[in-house]
């Protein structure tokens, strides 16, 4: 696509025209408008560039008489998902949009032209020389979307991910009682946070196993994870390492994310044996909760972390340029 900011406007030649005044009054031109983009939550914004292929900021108006400077150019905001990533053709430069109200100048708007009033000297009292505006910056642009998801869902596979994404978003993640009902990746919006329900992994994912590879790579792109584990294992500590082993293999930088473990369809269970399951996995995890989408209050609680972790994320950012 054809991205260009607004192009300065020119300076203006005039003069005093109040009666025994005497001397140039050309004011300079507005500055031309900039093309920026800023990061936003819904995962759809990319379709705006689907048809429309230019994008042009308004420029900056000339330079009038009786010093009125003309109005600078309005800039065109163009709102892109978070990990976007902005591929500038012309200068082979790429810039990432990785926060939600993270802004980034794509192109810088034409410096306005000075007027008359400016070139006035002792020896030139009368100047008829103005400026004209500068142009604005002018690139080809690629937008890529490398999605980061803020938090991703993992776990093995029917470990109730994709319940629980539905129960918070409006996704509609197929749901059954068996396992691999997820074969891609859904995603999910709370609010400003993105939320990834990434497919069931199982012990040899990371060597190719089961739905292999594909979704490790996802998970590379989550800033969070809420480990899933079911409460109707017999083993949900070994479920718990199991899957740790996996990320471990494919990429150890991936244990390093923070986490939160659930033990999930906590409500099947009688309490003596949910205490000895949620003992048992806080000694792995010491940020475990039993969950389940039947219960209000473990739902209120998942809610409140949500909100926690949307808070920081929507941290204002400071401006960037390409």
């Not at 000694?283 to 473990?298: F, G, Q, V, Y």
């Amino acid at each position: 696509m054809r991205i260009a900011a607004g192009d300065g406007g020119k300076g203006a030649v005039a003069f005093n025209k109040n009666m025994m005044t005497l001397g140039p009054t050309g004011a300079a031109g507005g500055r031309g408008g900039n093309v920026i983009a800023v990061g936003v939550s819904d995962i759809s914004a990319l379709n705006q560039f689907r048809f429309k292929k230019e994008f042009i900021a308004e420029n900056g108006q000339e330079g009038r008489s009786q010093f009125r400077d003309g109005h600078d150019g309005a800039d065109l905001v163009l709102k892109v998902p978070v990990g976007t990533v902005a591929h500038n053709l012309t200068t082979g430069e790429d810039v990432s949009i990785e926060h939600v109200g993270e802004q980034v100048v794509l192109a810088k708007g034409g410096i306005g032209g000075r007027g008359n009033f400016y070139f006035r000297s002792a020896h030139n009292t009368s100047p008829r020389r103005s400026q004209p505006g500068l142009p604005g910056e002018k690139f080809s642009f690629r937008f890529e979307l490398k999605l980061i998801a803020d938090v991703g869902f993992v776990g093995l596979p029917n470990a109730g991910k994709s319940s629980m994404l539905n129960e918070l978003t409006n996704a509609q993640s197929k749901v059954a009682n068996y396992p691999f009902t997820t074969l891609e990746p859904n995603l999910g919006v709370y609010y400003d946070l993105v939320l990834a329900d990434i497919p069931g992994l199982i012990e040899g994912s990371s060597t190719g196993k089961g739905l292999g590879t594909k979704f490790l790579r996802h998970i590379e792109r989550t800033r969070i994870l809420f480990h899933f584990v079911s409460a109707e294992s017999p083993d949900p500590a070994g479920d718990y390492e199991t899957v740790r082993r996996e990320l471990g293999a494919h990429n150890p930088s991936l244990l390093k994310k923070p986490e939160y473990l659930f033990l999930s369809k906590s409500d099947v269970l009688e309490l003596k044996e949910l205490r000895a399951k949620l003992a048992l996995l806080k000694k792995l995890n010491p940020h475990t909760a039993a969950i389940s989408i039947a219960d209000d209050e473990s739902m209120e609680r998942i809610r409140t972390l949500l909100n926690r972790i949307e808070k920081e994320k929507t941290k204002p950012r400071p401006v960037k340029k390409s």
